[in-house]
């Protein structure tokens, strides 16, 4: 019994008695020492975690404020002075004359207490509802508008800085008179940048001075709103700036005696003047007013009952017809206007405010000639002289090696300044013009398609519908060639084609191609249009492409200097620049130069550029006598695509014009010596 006894003991022992390094019972201990050790780690984790993230936003606060620091350090101290302007811009021709200096008589000044209430409320309820309370630095606003930033930058992985809507009515006062001050360490202008690093800079620059103005009293509310409205433009004519030019502009009365929604109207319009204009789209401008008087509503400014009834006058109603006559006609003025707008674009600074010497590419000679046109002063020029038919006209020249504007029409009676230029902002479907761009060019690169390229010129439903297309004279011609395509301008072989090149390369990098070669109008243009209507296809209308591009038809909008600047890239080898007027801007209070940023761009190879430009000398030599083509002269080597977008049977009965004639007459001709 002992014997047995001590065997379990030492049976005992051995399992719980020292290891062989002496150290204990591993197997008793070593599960509790096992989950001790988890929850110390995991604790430790999160410490260290936290840890981290304490300092590197303690790192990032310090950064960021030691950023804040240098960017003010190096921004010069400003006075009411400041925000005088004595000079004023001037424009040159390519050869360095002056052709158009915009001096301060575009600006009418109106006082605060002569500027209706309607207005203010108006204007501090769409762009700045907290106004006459803040420093001129609204926290609030400014953090909602930096959410949105924090989307776009992680959408487009670029550093964005817009802050769209994020802006004060003192910060867009800064931005507009003091964002040129030179920078004391470089030498150069500082340009109002909306992205990256300089972005961050010029919205730091715009926030600290908008709250100088307030805490040191340079302007008080009323100064500020007063500048304001008399320094932005409102998109009315003769290149003028402020409230009270705009107020004569488009009600014909002074801006103390505006209406309700009158006052609306204007404070909607200067977010994008070219878009709401009711004289180019009565449909947004009575969007974005009513997008207004939902905002006074919203903060309290009007009743429901004001509300109500506001949305119940008809907009049209309200503004006074434009008529220039010829005395209001002045030299270059569709040229220069283009300029102004170019230049804008450019520099993201107002040439009215901002003083500048802007070298052009016009070539004086040649837009004298283009006003006569334009004015009707050749005879056989003015389309009137046919039947007195109402159809206007625009035209934009290209120097082709450069993508240079050397000339341009803006429309017959192009009376007055800034008016709609039918070159820059007239959106005309191109009918077949677009041919050689849209289908046969891309069929070259990447297809292989030759000249002699046949194809079966027979019946064709398009896709996903019972509707037949025809050609021009409802007939089928069986067999054709490309050449003999392209020179009669047949559309089911243009149709084909772009099917086949879609097949191929897939719709996405289609729609890259026609991009790339400068038609962007059209989805500009829907995107607009998305956007006033709510649409969920807002930024999408690039998709909008499809076969009937290849007609020119569809929503294929476009403007002349596209179809100028897609023309050019063909004659260059299938090289594009972005058709430009302008060469170079000297910005006078800084002596910075900024130079045209467009460069040539491969976008086609050289060969399929060849067969493309042979194909558009096809429509003039099988053509001659004929047609459009009679008016070429033949001293020249000439290079053409003609197109005709024509009425349907709606618009027949809509407008009462004949069902099938012909609503837009494109003509793109290249002359060469």
Same mark, same amino acid.
């Given at each position: !019994?002992?014997?047995?006894?001590?065997?379990?003991?030492?049976?005992?022992?051995?399992?719980?008695?020292?290891?062989?390094?002496?150290?204990?019972?591993? !197997?008793?201990?070593?599960?509790?020492?096992?989950?001790?050790?988890?929850?110390?780690?995991?604790?430790?984790?999160?410490?260290?975690?936290?840890?981290?993230?304490?300092?590197?936003?303690?790192?990032?606060?310090?950064?960021?404020?030691?950023?804040?620091?240098?960017?003010?350090?190096?921004?010069?101290?400003?006075?009411?002075?400041?925000?005088?302007?004595?000079?004023?811009?001037?424009?040159?021709?390519?050869?360095?004359?002056?052709?158009?200096?915009?001096?301060?008589?575009?600006?009418?000044?109106?006082?605060?207490?002569?500027?209706?209430?309607? &207005?203010?409320?108006?204007?501090?309820?769409? @762009?700045?509802?907290?106004?006459? @309370?803040?420093?001129?630095?609204?926290?609030?606003?400014?953090?909602?508008?930096?959410?949105?930033?924090? !989307?776009?930058?992680?959408?487009?992985?670029?550093?964005?800085?817009?802050?769209?809507?994020?802006?004060?009515?003192?910060?867009? #006062?800064?931005?507009?008179?003091?964002?040129?001050?030179?920078?004391?360490?470089?030498?150069?202008?500082?340009?109002?940048?909306?992205?990256?690093?300089?972005?961050?800079?010029?919205?730091?620059?715009?926030?600290?001075?908008?709250?100088? #103005?307030?805490?040191?009293?340079?302007?008080?509310?009323?100064?500020?709103?007063?500048?304001?409205?008399? @320094?932005?433009?409102?998109?009315?004519?003769?290149?003028?700036?402020?409230?009270?030019?705009?107020?004569?502009?488009?009600?014909?009365?002074?801006?103390?005696?505006?209406?309700?929604?009158?006052?609306?109207?204007?404070?909607?319009?200067?977010?994008?003047?070219?878009?709401?204009?009711?004289?180019?789209?009565?449909?947004?401008?009575?969007? %974005?007013?009513?997008?207004?008087?939902?905002?006074?509503?919203?903060?309290?400014?009007?009743?429901?009952?004001?509300?109500?009834?506001?949305?119940?006058?008809? &907009?049209?109603?309200?503004?006074?017809?434009?008529?220039?006559?010829?005395?209001?006609?002045?030299?270059?003025?569709?040229?220069?206007?283009?300029?102004?707008?170019?230049?804008?674009?450019?520099?993201?600074?107002?040439?009215? =405010?901002?003083?500048?010497?802007?070298?052009?590419?016009?070539?004086? @000679?040649?837009?004298?000639?283009?006003?006569?046109?334009?004015?009707?002063?050749?005879? +056989?020029?003015?389309?009137?002289?046919?039947?007195?038919?109402?159809?206007?006209?625009?035209?934009?020249?290209?120097?082709?090696?450069?993508?240079?504007?050397?000339?341009?029409?803006?429309?017959?009676?192009?009376?007055?300044?800034?008016?709609? +230029?039918?070159?820059?902002?007239?959106?005309?479907?191109?009918?077949?013009?677009?041919?050689?761009?849209?289908?046969?060019?891309?069929?070259?690169?990447?297809?292989?398609?030759?000249?002699?390229?046949?194809?079966?010129?027979? $019946?064709?439903?398009?896709?996903?519908?019972?509707?037949? &297309?025809?050609?021009?004279?409802?007939?089928?011609?069986?067999?054709?060639?490309?050449?003999?395509?392209?020179?009669?301008?047949? +559309?089911?072989?243009?149709?084909? =084609?772009?099917?086949?090149?879609?097949?191929?390369?897939?719709?996405? %990098?289609?729609?890259?191609?026609?991009?790339?070669?400068?038609?962007?109008?059209?989805?500009?243009?829907?995107?607009?249009?998305?956007?006033?209507?709510?649409?969920? %296809?807002?930024?999408?209308?690039?998709?909008?492409?499809?076969?009937?591009?290849?007609?020119?038809?569809?929503?294929?909008?476009?403007?002349?200097?596209?179809?100028?600047?897609?023309?050019?890239?063909?004659?260059?080898?299938?090289?594009?620049?972005?058709?430009?007027?302008?060469?170079?801007?000297?910005?006078?209070?800084?002596?910075?130069?900024?130079?045209?940023?467009?460069?040539?761009? $491969?976008?086609?190879?050289?060969?399929?550029?060849?067969?493309?430009?042979?194909?558009?000398?096809?429509?003039?030599?099988?053509?001659?006598?004929?047609?459009?083509?009679?008016?070429?002269?033949?001293?020249?080597?000439?290079?053409?695509?003609?197109?005709?977008?024509?009425?349907?049977?709606?618009?027949?009965?809509?407008?009462?014009?004949?069902?099938?004639?012909?609503?837009?007459?494109?003509?793109?001709?290249?002359?060469?010596?």
């Amino acid at each position: !019994m002992d014997n047995e006894r001590t065997k379990e003991l030492n049976i005992l022992e051995l399992k719980t008695g020292p290891d062989q390094n002496g150290k204990g019972d591993n !197997m008793s201990k070593k599960k509790p020492k096992t989950n001790k050790k988890k929850r110390v780690t995991g604790a430790k984790v999160f410490a260290s975690f936290i840890s981290f993230a304490a300092v590197a936003f303690i790192a990032g606060v310090v950064v960021v404020s030691l950023f804040i620091v240098s960017t003010i350090a190096q921004t010069p101290p400003i006075s009411a002075d400041d925000f005088i302007q004595n000079d004023s811009t001037i424009v040159l021709d390519a050869s360095g004359n002056v052709i158009y200096d915009l001096g301060e008589k575009l600006i009418e000044t109106v006082e605060y207490e002569d500027i209706s209430q309607s &207005l203010i409320d108006a204007f501090v309820s769409i @762009e700045d509802s907290r106004f006459f @309370e803040h420093n001129g630095f609204d926290l609030p606003r400014f953090t909602s508008a930096m959410l949105k930033n924090v !989307m776009v930058t992680l959408q487009t992985m670029n550093l964005s800085f817009d802050g769209g809507g994020a802006s004060t009515i003192d910060m867009q #006062l800064v931005r507009n008179a003091l964002l040129t001050e030179e920078n004391v360490e470089t030498g150069e202008v500082e340009l109002p940048a909306s992205s990256g690093l300089d972005g961050i800079r010029r919205k730091i620059k715009e926030i600290y001075y908008a709250t100088l #103005l307030n805490n040191e009293c340079i302007f008080d509310k009323k100064a500020i709103f007063q500048k304001y409205v008399n @320094e932005i433009w409102f998109g009315s004519g003769n290149n003028t700036l402020g409230v009270e030019k705009a107020a004569m502009y488009y009600f014909d009365k002074s801006v103390s005696d505006l209406t309700l929604v009158e006052s609306a109207f204007l404070a909607g319009v200067v977010n994008a003047p070219n878009l709401y204009s009711p004289y180019k789209s009565l449909t947004l401008a009575t969007e %974005r007013t009513h997008t207004v008087l939902y905002y006074m509503n919203y903060h309290g400014y009007i009743d429901d009952y004001e509300y109500e009834q506001a949305l119940k006058i008809p &907009l049209e109603n309200l503004f006074v017809q434009q008529s220039l006559t010829s005395e209001d006609a002045m030299p270059n003025q569709a040229h220069i206007d283009v300029v102004l707008d170019e230049v804008e674009a450019l520099t993201g600074l107002n040439p009215a =405010t901002t003083p500048m010497i802007i070298q052009t590419a016009m070539n004086t @000679e040649l837009q004298s000639q283009l006003d006569l046109v334009q004015n009707r002063e050749i005879a +056989n020029l003015d389309i009137r002289q046919v039947g007195n038919s109402p159809i206007q006209i625009a035209a934009t020249v290209v120097e082709n090696s450069t993508g240079e504007i050397i000339g341009i029409v803006g429309g017959y009676d192009y009376y007055g300044q800034r008016v709609f +230029n039918r070159s820059y902002h007239g959106l005309y479907q191109p009918g077949s013009t677009a041919k050689p761009f849209i289908s046969y060019a891309p069929a070259f690169e990447f297809l292989g398609y030759a000249t002699s390229h046949t194809f079966l010129d027979g $019946p064709y439903v398009w896709q996903g519908t019972n509707i037949q &297309l025809n050609n021009w004279d409802n007939r089928y011609r069986g067999q054709v060639t490309l050449r003999e395509a392209i020179s009669q301008s047949y +559309n089911i072989p243009a149709v084909l =084609t772009y099917d086949a090149v879609n097949d191929k390369i897939g719709h996405s %990098r289609y729609v890259d191609y026609v991009e790339s070669i400068g038609f962007v109008s059209y989805a500009n243009n829907l995107n607009a249009w998305f956007e006033a209507i709510d649409d969920s %296809r807002q930024g999408n209308g690039r998709d909008a492409l499809s076969a009937q591009f290849a007609i020119g038809g569809s929503d294929f909008y476009t403007i002349t200097k596209e179809l100028a600047g897609a023309t050019a890239m063909i004659m260059n080898g299938g090289d594009y620049v972005t058709p430009h007027t302008i060469r170079e801007v000297t910005i006078v209070n800084t002596g910075q130069v900024i130079e045209s940023p467009y460069k040539a761009t $491969p976008v086609l190879s050289e060969a399929a550029a060849y067969l493309t430009a042979k194909t558009m000398r096809d429509v003039v030599d099988d053509n001659r006598g004929i047609d459009a083509t009679r008016y070429v002269s033949k001293s020249y080597t000439t290079y053409a695509k003609t197109g005709t977008s024509n009425w349907s049977s709606d618009d027949s009965a809509t407008y009462g014009v004949p069902s099938g004639s012909a609503k837009i007459d494109f003509y793109s001709p290249v002359l060469t010596k």
